[in-house]
């Protein structure tokens, strides 16, 4: 397997294991453990973990290694300040610049958001964060501007931190329908769909917001 393919395997192997609650927030990930249970030399998982550090879902101590940052009220509140506003200029500019077939590609995930009912547990949580990712990236990407998606991503996966280990309901794992996100997302795609920037911004503002204003509550920051 050629070394970019390796360093994506152990990107994607990892994200997996701690959604599956394999390690908690405050606990270190060590290279050499995983190289062994992944069956992967270092020099891929410290790739991976120098990823998943410079996309803000990990952080780092000199000579201690990487550890899932433990939660912050302010930093909760900082992060998604951020991203409700840098998604919300990624979403306005996509506006501008998303064609036909970048259109078709968002309903088709929001489509496969929907039938997410039918999963259970860890296929729910690993899919959903997956499906989510793609779709705001996705919009991220069709801004044109290599910077709102770089700067998108960090903020994206900073607040998932949050979503991930904290909010059961959000990632699926606790029974009902899931309706907030798919439907938020319909409304952000048409608006895109409809070259209306000001409400792309909007509805992307308010998409990001309200998924704060939900964690907000369950964990009394």
């Known amino acids: 397997m050629a070394r970019k393919n390796l360093d994506e395997f152990a990107y994607k192997k990892i994200i997996e294991l701690i959604l599956k609650d394999q390690f908690s927030p405050g606990e270190f990930i060590l290279e050499t453990e995983l190289s062994e ?10 790739h991976a973990l120098g990823q998943l550090v410079a ?9 201690k290694g990487c ?13 998604f300040h951020v991203r409700e506003h840098l998604e919300g200029l990624a979403a306005a500019t996509a506006a501008d610049c998303a064609t036909a077939e970048d259109i078709d590609f968002l309903f088709d995930l929001i489509e496969r958001e929907k039938a997410l009912g039918s999963l259970k547990n860890d296929d729910v949580k690993i899919t959903s964060l997956s499906l989510n990712e793609e779709f705001h990236m996705g919009i991220a990407r069709m801004s044109r501007n290599p910077y709102i998606e770089q700067y998108c991503r960090h903020s994206f996966w900073r607040s998932h931190t949050y979503i991930c280990f904290f909010d059961r309901d959000y990632m699926g794992l606790n ?14 795609v048409r608006a895109i ?6 409400e ?15 964690l907000f509550g369950r964990l009394n920051l």
């Not at 249970?37 to 410290?46: A, K, N, Q």
């Not at 550890?67 to 992060?79: E, M, T």
């Not at 029974?175 to 952000?188: A, F, M, S, T, V």
Request: charged content about 35%; proline content about 10%; overall charge positive.
């Open 67 to 79: 550890f899932i940052p433990l939660p912050s009220p302010q930093d909760a509140k900082h992060v």
């Open 193 to 198: 769909e409809k070259k209306d920037s000001s």
């Open 175 to 188: 029974p009902g329908p899931q309706l907030i996100g798919p439907r938020q997302h319909i409304d952000i």
């Open 200 to 214: 792309a911004g909007e509805q992307m503002r308010t998409h990001v917001r309200t998924t704060f204003e939900k």
């Open 37 to 46: 249970e992944l069956g992967l030399s270092r020099t891929p998982v410290r």
């Open 55 to 63: 996309e803000g879902f990990l952080d780092k101590k000199k000579k």
